[in-house]
């Protein structure tokens, strides 16, 4: 899921030129399914929400393999980009469930930890699955990817339905308590800086392939070696943030979102060369990730005994930032600014992600938001067992 998700990056000019539209347009694809996943995650969470968690993570994925499936055998930009929508609602759908089940699993104490071995699906995507992806496509088309998607998600149903458990403890689901636990406003803070931080990043690495060919001079195929790199400090960022969020939140975002802002914006005068280029994708994912798994412990212990809407909104929050900042950063490419121009956008996002993140930390220190957290998914507990309470971070 997360292959698809960012994969079409590495393949804008050849899928642009086989479907006869423009780079630009053709990065559409990446903002429809973030508006896909914006859309489908809190709607789908709901939907589901009385289901057994295995039952709604096997329908997941095969929605998501027969988005793929029709995107494959398309030669319409319109239906890739309604395949597209459809995997991406499924995908929701299997990140608002997946994450409560993670952090069940763990236990409350280390919630954080199974959110970023979550997350690291994500980053092990841009490692393994965007590079190969894109090199795959210089001999099988952009095409191959995505059977290549269809067949692994299909593979990946069976080995959900064979290793989750099948019964499931799903107590008094509450759909009123789940919408309750949004009013606070610390939850909102922690959705603002998921959304904005995979905002500045996205901004930049969606058109990331012509910043490289064309302003770098990396040639066409060393650009998976490049996002390779990006991967790879991505899977970095999310291990520290995993590691760390769960002793000093405040401390790790902070220092994160202002060294991803640093570094978007020395993107601008230093990406002339393929050395330097480089290194700055590599040290965009290393820093830009390490914020998103403690924004998503932090925002499912905020929720208290209501995660599912929550966490389905924590992955609502970071494709509003990807399909706004992929959005906004397109326009910047077609304007006097050029390849420029989304580095300067991810940037701008990339530092107001520090207002929420400065907000909670005084929030905290103010005394307020000191409150008892409970287990990230307790909704799934026998209510005759002893309620757990981790300790305070």
């Not at 930890?113 to 965007?130: D, E, K, Q």
């Not at 000093?248 to 220092?255: A, N, Q």
Request: hydrophobic content about 55%; overall charge positive.
């Amino acid at each position: 899921m997360g292959t698809t998700e960012f994969v079409v990056a590495g393949l804008l000019p050849e899928l642009a030129g086989d479907l006869g539209v423009g780079v630009s347009h053709a990065g559409l694809l990446i903002t429809a399914f973030a508006v896909g996943m914006i859309v489908g995650a809190p709607t789908m969470a709901m939907a589901t929400l009385r289901l057994p968690q295995r039952q709604t993570l096997i329908l997941a994925l095969s929605v998501f393999c027969l988005g793929h499936l029709v995107a494959a055998l398309s030669a319409s930009f319109t239906i890739v980009l309604a395949a597209r929508v459809i995997a991406a609602l499924a995908t929701g759908a299997f990140w608002s469930v997946g994450f409560v089940v993670a952090t069940t699993a763990a236990g409350p104490h280390h919630a954080t930890r199974a959110t970023g071995a979550m997350i690291g699906g994500l980053t092990l995507a841009n490692v393994v699955g965007v590079p190969i992806g894109s090199f795959a496509a210089q001999f099988t088309g952009w095409r191959g990817p995505f059977w290549a998607l269809a067949v692994l998600s299909a593979l990946a149903a069976v080995f959900i339905g064979r290793f989750i458990p099948a019964q499931e403890q799903r107590v008094e689901v509450s759909i009123r308590a789940e919408v309750r636990a949004l009013r606070q406003g610390r939850l909102w803070l922690a959705l603002g800086a998921a959304m904005l931080i995979m905002g500045g990043v996205l901004a930049t690495y969606t058109y990331v392939t012509p910043l490289l060919t064309d302003r770098a001079g990396v040639p066409a195929g060393a650009v998976p070696l490049v996002l390779i790199a990006f991967g790879v400090g991505a899977l970095g960022g999310t291990v520290v943030g995993g590691r760390l969020g769960d002793r000093r939140p405040t401390v790790t975002t902070i220092t994160a979102a202002a060294a991803t802002a640093l570094v978007l914006l020395l993107m601008i005068p230093l990406s002339t060369k393929p050395v330097t280029a480089t290194l700055l994708v590599f040290l965009m994912g290393l820093t830009g990730f390490t914020v998103n798994p403690v924004v998503t412990a932090l925002a499912m212990r905020f929720a208290g005994d209501a995660p599912t809407l929550t966490s389905a909104l924590t992955t609502s929050a970071f494709n509003v930032g990807v399909a706004a900042g992929s959005a906004i950063a397109g326009t910047a490419l077609d304007s006097s600014l050029g390849l420029t121009g989304p580095p300067l956008v991810g940037t701008v996002i990339a530092a107001l992600t520090l207002l929420p993140l400065i907000a909670l930390a005084v929030h905290g220190s103010s005394g307020h938001g000191r409150t008892v957290a409970r287990s990230s998914a307790p909704t799934h507990a026998r209510h005759d067992e002893p309620e757990q309470v981790p300790s305070q971070h």
